[in-house]
């Protein structure tokens, strides 16, 4: 079974950085996504950003374009997402997953933002907080 573990989290000022880490185990198969979801309080979770870890394909959330980078250490079996430049509106939890090849195609079409729905292994999430 899958198994992913985020790190990273913690509290920083508005305009400071923080590195998320997801350390994965358990993949059967080399053609999966992962993807970094956030949650805030009373908001639905969405997509941040994923990579695909067939071809490298990532996708990003409009908010985030320019801030934060997704890399990926197949050595370390490792996601991470670096986040620049963070605003008060980045608080949430921050969730890892993974999903398989409908997750991938998601990405690789770049036609509409990933769905919950398409990935099927969760982290236990990670709070990020920023403050103004």
């Known amino acids: 079974e899958v198994q992913l573990v985020e790190s990273g989290g913690g509290l920083v000022q508005a305009g400071g950085s923080l590195r998320l880490s997801c350390a994965a185990s358990g993949f059967t198969s080399d053609d999966y996504a992962i993807g970094w979801f956030r949650q805030a309080p009373g908001k639905e979770r969405e997509g941040v950003s994923c990579?695909?870890?067939?071809?490298?394909?990532?996708y990003y959330a409009d908010s985030v374009k320019g801030r934060f980078t997704i890399s990926s250490d197949n050595a370390k079996n490792t996601v991470y997402l670096q986040m620049n430049s963070l605003k008060p509106e980045d608080t949430a939890v921050y969730y890892c997953?993974?999903?398989?090849?409908?997750?991938?195609?998601?990405?690789?079409?770049?036609?509409?933002?990933?769905?919950?729905?398409?990935?099927?292994?969760w982290g236990q999430g990670t709070q990020v907080t920023v403050s103004s």
């Open positions: 990579i695909s870890s067939s071809d490298g394909s990532t």
């Open positions: 997953a993974s999903g398989s090849s409908r997750a991938v195609h998601t990405i690789q079409r770049a036609s509409r933002r990933p769905s919950v729905y398409e990935y099927d292994y």
